[in-house]
């Protein structure tokens, strides 16, 4: 959010829709990828510039064009032309870190939030931003980098499994949209599996680098949520079937969608919960601890004190001490002391003070 | 919900309506029960296979098909196909795990839960996934396993006792969800039980062990408290009557199960207040006892610091000391530590430190 | 609560409806007491058995039947036979513990709800659960015990005081609920002279039973209001004037009784901030205390263990130590540490460790 | 509040619109004050008694008429039938403690809240409460004492200053309404100088009282809250211009003062905010420096104990102890000690300790 | 907020309407500047007097006037008379401090709120009040100072760059909500910079400096949210289009803006997340290098304390003390020490005390 933040006020001053991309520089070259499919056929393409979109427009099928990379502005101010998209969407669409939000320009819905998918060979969690355009005929996907979420989606089309090549470009941005809830799942499923071996580190042995550990996931929930929660409004929306570009039957698997975001809702509260408990139990079994710690040197120390007090005593140099006459006196001290020191540590003991 | 997350997480890339069973396979077999009546009939059955549903769709009689089992794919798509089933709901059927919720489908209302039950021979509590289709003259229930708390609607049944016979499957499947929050009710008493006995524990010993004990059902409540919310959010939906499937005269009785689901969310919430207050007594306990053990402890010290310091100075070398010589001086030396030993314990008396 | 989720799980599986009374049996006997009155007569008996509330059914005059103890199952049922109540109204009555609530049956409202009341004799506050019964030209109220905060009600119908022998039956109940809430005041006024008394002692001299007693208040309060706000609910449904049970010119006295229930929740409210400010009172001047004597016990070692350290040194046994020889050295080493001493005491006092 | 609630609970019994005075008696005698003026013309009288109210009770011109004190219930009760207000009104004016509220009676509005005034002499927050009739061509003001916030409002009237006296009574009550609400503000303002008092106090020297000081602002600003909230609420009724008392030209006015009273709310909740921040900075701070303190002794002590040690080791009287026989060995000693110590303290200092 | 406090009880008693500037006076001169534009010219001018701009009152152009400085009131006044504003207008337009709001007068529409902006030279954050009237053909800007954050929006007009020049006075208006949100979007950019460097600090080298930092931080964070959450009110009223000053097209434009405030919301909220964070790692790592010293300051004073006792032993002066006349006795004695000194270390050691 900071970047966002950093990023807008870089642009300070420009009047509203001028295009400038703001984010990082992500990827090398634009990619416009165009999959365009019926119930019957299917073709798939790499365009080499915008304009050969311009074909697609018109055209009785449904039209998917996904465009990886945002920092050639001229590319996606062409698509603006060609698909007539209001200056305000494309700005949107280049300044990355947007929140999410849903707006409805009755001949095609804009849709933008963030794509956050687990990249197995670097084992981190990658967060992009994705926007999408639903007009009569086509969908429009924008993204910052290759590599997204949406390959299975691609994989159920080539091979028209299901009911996605019958159905129309709504159904398209329905499995788009599913396929970015579920990348959700995906990143929470490895969270929940931090989670697990965080609760193990810290029954069996937890250190300060452990409570590193546990602000660093808070934080990370923190902002999934902030990422998250509008994009159930976004959802939410949707669901209600309010646009004429949305069929009715459609509606249901949006409602899915729905149900899904609520779901990795209530699992962010749950996990957040969670961490907020391991908190708590980390720092008051440190505090334990540390107790523990201090009780056991402070009876160590109470236990020496009076009997050096003694020492002490027989230490002094007073002309007349019969004691120290006696033959025995020596051991007898010593006895004494060591009546007195086991004394002590069991009225310790049973004091419960150890 | 963790192991939910992990589950869908392993869907992904599957088109929406895919029925693969990821929960648990917590049974054998898949078992169907068909129990048959009106107000003067009734008539028990086991069927071998769901296909056997097809003659109870058109009779006249109401018929509540229950199955236990949910890993047997085939037998869920089968009842599907016969009862016209949406693909969705038939996905939520099986993903055990999912939250509750409601669907209206004009033909047919999907209802989706958890069921709690606690099972005397085990001494725990048991949860599962419940499924409930309603339609015009039937009622289905799908369960995770065999053992469930719906044995007293059925006894109801078999013995024509109050209403049940006279009304039709709405009323069935009030009788259902009517049970299922009965369920709740004694979990709950278990969790009372369990937080009055921790309570007395806390009066009387207060361990480590007993914080785990508090912690633990923190966090049950915690997740109880998952459930049931929207599963009151689901009768709410139902009491409001808007659906044909739904007599006006058995909505009264859905309201009642409402004000039930209400009670046991406050209840759910008192048991958060009383938990939470343990805890804080619980450390509140510890620290004092801590404070009260350094406190005895500095105390004891404190007191012989000065006593011994006497003791070094009559321990001293120097040539001159009148003291030595002096034939009553040891005693003397000696009574005058008793004497200040006593008025410092007395004064730590007077101050309260003691 | 906790009660009354053993109470309902007791009665799981039982049909709806099922009258079976779950509560502590309270009272021995259970009494009938009718008051019939109108604008000019007034006659008030006991009745023997329910049968004889019939002959009131159909007078024109106001009829206010009131039922001590709801143990014997067989005259509620006949109570509900007489005057058509619905079995789940019937089944709320039995059931105590139940959370307030109000449902509108065209010809009766139900009110149910607990009534609290302050025995001087006992010096404690009784809680039973009250039902009303609203009917054309009936009151029906059913309470746990003998005694009530109706008296002052009996009392004004006898005399004839104010409106209420001109009124309806909606103003009786109006009285009713008002005389209830009253009850409410009393009770808050109670526990506002505990408070009260309790900060006196929370500053003059603070024990740990000070802390459980601010602990038991704090969920005194608690349960309270979850008493309190649901009938919050009840009275402002009453108050909307939906039903024609309620006349017009009753509601302004309604809503006014709404006025000060809003006043008892607001009152809870203040002394749960007074209460929580108490506790935290109350930990921050445990602490403190603690932190006293811990600073003025080292305070005292720490001035010691140097002074301790000088009479070590001349305790040495080295054979050529000059001090030793000299005639005042003994002299200059005591003058010397008590210096030590009081310049160490200064310098504490000065940075204010003491 | 809690003087509230005592009243309340003294009254209990007695029937709804018993006029008992039950608040403090705080002035001698009931004034009742009359301005009646038009565009052109303004008297100003006091009646000696209620009736005299009568003859205003028609006229074209705009009456104001005040009245200090209500312990005199006769008075009230006079005013009441002189001007129909109904019977619940009367008992609401004269039970002090209300919660603010507002009442529309068709033809008058009846609004009452606490009166908050600075008193320059006696340098003390005065709280009373006032109470509103506005009539047709009427204003009552009820307050219980004298000496309040509508002094300028008056002058006004006489000097004909702006536009109060060209327009109606809701104009008069709107100008009375501002006058309290600006009240608040200087109450306010009082609050805020000794809130940055305190602040400067709590940087330059914190001590007990300054807590209990905290403790006291906070405890003053929740009870604010308490009167102001339910204040907002009224006026956003009557700002919404619902009634025909209040003429369209008014409203905005009116939403002027909700405006205000939207700002009183938010600075009380920022002064929560700086409150809160000055208890948690008064915490922590003397947390940090009894911190400071412990840590300086224990240093002090664990510096000395190890020398003392070594004094004792030359203090012990083996036959043969080489090291005593040396010539230099008690200068040896006594500089190994002072290496020690140097090397401790250095070492304590590098690693932060002091 | 407070020093609005301050003002506006300075004010009590004047009458509604009254123009007295309470603010301070931040500049000497009263500047009145005045944009005139239509897409063909544009003609930039600066005002002897506010009667010049009766002028511009009817003539087709847009025009733009902006005031700098509020304490000269009788300009205030003039412009008032000329474009017939409310005289409460008047009031909020001089009275600084005052929440933003914005209120719709068919003719004009009145905003005002605070305005944020960096001063790069001073290296500090100035807000000042902003009061915008938006009429039919014409802007007016009101501000305390010179400076702005409309600068960029003057340079936009002059080159006739963008959509600007072709657009009525709604769309101007919304060009300076933009700017006045963009500014604050570069006072989040100073924040976030300071946060990190805070965190920096914090993660290198906490000090109490540091806490001081953290609460300011809090402080500056509280304040910025209670300025903008009313904004976004206002900003959400102006983008539901339901005046006729704002034309269509321009409303997509102001829920960019919309946008744009939730987005700085959301920030604030991600800040004040990050600093409450910040506040529990200070605390906590505070405590935890407390602990750590006094647990290593104990631990050396628990290791020689027995040794010292020892050394007491054989400092004794009993007659028949047999190791005293050892020949090895003295070096017996401190190899024990030094064994039990170093057993003692490792026990601490393995036991993890140290």
Same mark, same amino acid.
């Given at each position: 959010?900071?970047?966002?933040?950093?990023?807008?006020?870089?642009?300070?001053?420009?009047?509203?829709?001028?295009?400038?991309?703001?984010?990082?520089?992500?990827?090398?070259?634009?990619?416009?990828?165009?999959?365009?499919?019926?119930?019957?056929?299917?073709?798939?393409?790499?365009?080499?510039?915008?304009?050969?979109?311009?074909?697609?427009?018109?055209?009785?099928?449904?039209?998917?064009?996904?465009?990886?990379?945002?920092? $050639?502005?001229?590319?996606?101010?062409? /698509?603006?032309? *060609?698909?007539?998209?209001?200056?305000? #969407? &494309? %700005?949107?669409?280049?300044?990355?870190?947007?929140?999410?939000?849903?707006?409805?320009?009755?001949?095609?819905?804009?849709?933008?939030?963030?794509?956050?998918?687990?990249?197995?060979?670097?084992?981190?969690?990658?967060?992009?931003?994705?926007?999408?355009?639903?007009?009569?005929?086509?969908?429009?996907?924008?993204?910052?980098?290759?590599?997204?979420?949406?390959?299975?989606?691609?994989?159920?089309?080539?091979?028209?499994?299901?009911?996605?090549?019958?159905?129309?470009? $709504?159904?398209?941005?329905?499995?788009? /949209?599913?396929? *970015?809830?579920?990348?959700?799942?995906? #990143? &929470? %499923?490895?969270?929940?599996?931090?989670?697990?071996?965080?609760?193990?580190?810290?029954?069996?042995?937890?250190?300060?680098?452990?409570?590193?550990?546990?602000?660093?996931?808070?934080?990370?929930?923190?902002?999934?949520?902030?990422?998250?929660?509008?994009?159930?409004?976004?959802?939410?929306?949707?669901?209600?079937?309010?646009?004429?570009?949305?069929?009715?039957?459609?509606?249901?698997?949006?409602?899915?969608?729905?149900?899904?975001?609520?779901?990795?809702?209530?699992?962010?509260?749950?996990?957040?919960?969670?961490?907020?408990?391991?908190?708590?139990?980390?720092?008051?079994?440190?505090?334990?601890?540390?107790?523990?710690?201090?009780?056991?040197?402070?009876?160590?120390?109470?236990?020496?004190?009076?009997?050096?007090?003694?020492?002490?005593?027989?230490?002094?140099?007073?002309?007349?001490?019969?004691?120290?006459?006696?033959?025995?006196?020596?051991?007898?001290?010593?006895?004494?002391?060591?009546?007195?020191?086991?004394?002590?540590?069991?009225?310790?003991?049973?004091?419960?003070?150890?």
């Amino acid at each position: 959010m900071l970047s966002f933040i950093k990023r807008v006020s870089k642009k300070t001053g420009l009047p509203p829709g001028s295009l400038i991309h703001v984010g990082e520089k992500k990827t090398e070259d634009v990619r416009i990828r165009v999959i365009d499919y019926d119930e019957n056929e299917i073709s798939e393409r790499e365009l080499a510039s915008p304009d050969e979109c311009l074909s697609y427009k018109d055209k009785n099928s449904v039209t998917w064009i996904n465009i990886d990379g945002l920092h $050639d502005v001229s590319v996606i101010r062409k /698509m603006g032309d *060609i698909f007539g998209l209001h200056p305000l #969407v &494309l %700005e949107d669409i280049v300044n990355t870190g947007h929140r999410p939000k849903m707006d409805d320009f009755e001949d095609y819905i804009f849709i933008t939030g963030s794509m956050l998918f687990y990249k197995e060979e670097a084992a981190e969690i990658v967060s992009e931003q994705f926007s999408l355009i639903l007009g009569s005929n086509y969908v429009i996907s924008f993204q910052e980098i290759e590599g997204d979420v949406f390959e299975p989606v691609r994989e159920r089309l080539r091979k028209g499994k299901g009911r996605i090549r019958k159905r129309g470009p $709504d159904y398209l941005a329905y499995s788009l /949209m599913d396929a *970015i809830v579920d990348g959700y799942f995906i #990143v &929470l %499923e490895k969270m929940g599996e931090d989670i697990e071996s965080l609760e193990e580190e810290l029954m069996s042995d937890p250190k300060t680098e452990t409570l590193n550990k546990i602000h660093y996931l808070k934080r990370e929930l923190i902002s999934l949520r902030k990422s998250v929660w509008p994009l159930r409004e976004v959802i939410s929306l949707l669901s209600r079937g309010e646009t004429d570009l949305i069929k009715e039957n459609t509606v249901i698997f949006i409602r899915d969608v729905y149900d899904h975001t609520i779901q990795v809702i209530d699992t962010i509260e749950t996990y957040r919960d969670m961490v907020s408990g391991m908190l708590d139990v980390y720092l008051s079994s440190i505090s334990n601890r540390m107790n523990e710690v201090m009780k056991v040197l402070t009876v160590i120390a109470t236990i020496f004190i009076p009997l050096t007090f003694i020492a002490g005593i027989y230490g002094m140099n007073f002309k007349y001490m019969p004691e120290l006459e006696w033959h025995w006196g020596y051991h007898l001290a010593l006895s004494g002391m060591f009546v007195i020191g086991v004394i002590m540590y069991a009225w310790f003991r049973r004091k419960r003070f150890l």
